[in-house]
């Protein structure tokens, strides 16, 4: 069941932050029976549909692996989740839960495979990028992906607002005026460490290419690669540009000062920035910053 269908297990972020903030904030094991009674409405104390909708949302990310249960029913935070912030932790686990799966899980999977699949389209187009000039919202996201893909879309009537919730709260889309912008930069920024494996800097086809690796929805990734040649009625990117949305968070994270882009002379391997009002920015070398100026 889709995580994205407001009437399906793990679509509640509410519950999904309130569970995780218990367990982090009492540092230790916690029965299940205790977080049921910690956590239930207080308007509905003895609510059979809120007990239902808390425990299913449970279960969800139990299942997932985002915590542990062992066969008493006790659950706790897996080691070193205190490390990282709940989006980050929901995002590489989901993407890693999903990559085990053959393509046509990623394709046609209805757990959190519409997530993907959605997000994955948003990304590949420029029109709801800082570059395109638009957003896109619950009146508009309908048309944004299923006109795309065709038969692999979201669910109009229940998946749209909260597709847009978890692009937000997984750091892939902005607010902007009433909707969104598609911006990955808050998705990217944990992994940077790790694609520069101690390195100093990369050339930037083989940043583009790790970057992929670790979020396939983007420039070159697995489920971008997959999805592509379903896509109809888009501009796809010459091979020597990084999309608008990719284009845009490189930028954002140079102003952060945890990137420095550079063009080298005469690189023929370099790739072009996408940007707004036609301007046009080569890079051959994406260079790691990571003690952030203050």
């Known amino acids: 069941m889709s995580m994205v269908n407001n009437a399906h297990p793990g679509s509640s972020l509410i519950l999904l932050n309130l569970i995780d903030r218990v367990l982090v904030r009492k540092g230790k094991p916690v029965a299940r029976a205790e977080l049921l009674d910690t956590l239930r409405p207080d308007l509905l104390p003895k609510s059979e549909n809120g007990a239902k909708r808390f425990e299913s949302n449970l279960d969800f990310w139990l299942e997932e692996g985002l915590w542990l249960q062992d066969s008493e029913g006790v659950i706790l935070l897996p080691p070193q989740a205190r490390d990282q912030s709940l989006a980050s932790r929901v995002l590489e686990l989901i993407i890693k839960n999903a990559v085990k799966g053959p393509d046509s899980v990623i394709l046609d999977g209805t757990r959190n495979e519409p997530f993907f699949r959605a997000m994955t389209c948003l990304l590949a187009q420029r029109r709801y990028t800082f570059m395109g000039g638009d957003s896109v919202s619950s009146a508009n996201a309908a048309e944004a992906v299923n006109s795309h893909l065709p038969g692999r879309g979201l669910n109009e009537s229940n998946e749209l607002s909260t597709f847009l919730a978890y692009g937000d709260f997984l750091g892939f889309l902005e ?25 100093r800097a990369l050339a930037v086809r083989i940043f583009v290419e790790r970057l992929g690796d670790f979020l396939p929805l983007l420039d070159g990734g697995r489920y971008r690669r997959l999805l592509e040649p379903y896509m109809a009625d888009w501009q796809t990117d010459a091979s020597h540009e990084i999309s608008a949305a990719l284009s845009h968070a490189l930028i954002r994270l140079e102003s952060l000062f945890r990137l420095r882009l550079e063009k080298i002379s005469d690189d023929s391997s370099s790739m072009r920035l996408l940007l707004p009002n036609g301007v046009q920015r080569s890079v051959s070398e994406i260079q790691y910053r990571n003690e952030v100026a203050v």
Request: charged share 30%; hydrophobic share 30%; no cysteine.
């Open 175 to 199: 607010p902007f005026g009433k909707g969104y912008l598609v911006d990955p930069t808050r998705a990217i920024e944990p992994y940077l460490e790790r694609i520069f494996e101690g390195e």
